[in-house]
């Protein structure tokens, strides 16, 4: 049997995606800077992976559950608060905290600096919702909470209303 008849042979050479400092797709959402890193275009919408930059004081998105999709989220700076239910958990620097589906959730910085985190989403389509909460943003407004809920009822996400 050749080296291209077996089934762990190497494929082709994969498209390999390099995102330098710079480069990314940047989305704004009020007092949150988005570098949006990989989104799904080169994982096979397996995977979507974003750095966001939130100023001191931002709050975040109403509590809410996703029904089809993981998050994570890996903190470069900065504490970043996490509301799961009814528990708060302050992630700081090199803390990771995985959300999975059904977990109700939210998350908010803070304090007096500005806080990093790198998240991830899996599969890849939650990206898209936060493409379309900045265009219903363009004008200039904060985001709201019935802005984000509006914008993530097309991505099977939903408020825990539970948790309010």
Known sequence: MTESECSDAPQADPAVSVVGPGDGEMIVLGTTRMRVLEDGSHTGHRLAIAES?????????????????????????????????EEDHDATTGTLVIVPPGTPHT?????????????????????QYFRDLQEALADGRPPTPQAHVDAMSHYATEPATDFD
């Open 53 to 85: 930059v939130l100023a001191p004081h931002t709050q975040g998105p109403p509590q809410h559950r996703h029904a089809r999709h993981d998050e994570g989220f890996y903190i470069l700076s900065g504490t970043v608060r996490f509301t799961v239910g």
């Open 107 to 127: 998350f908010a910085n803070r304090t007096d600096q500005p806080a990093v985190m790198l998240s991830t989403f899996t599969p890849d389509s939650y990206v």
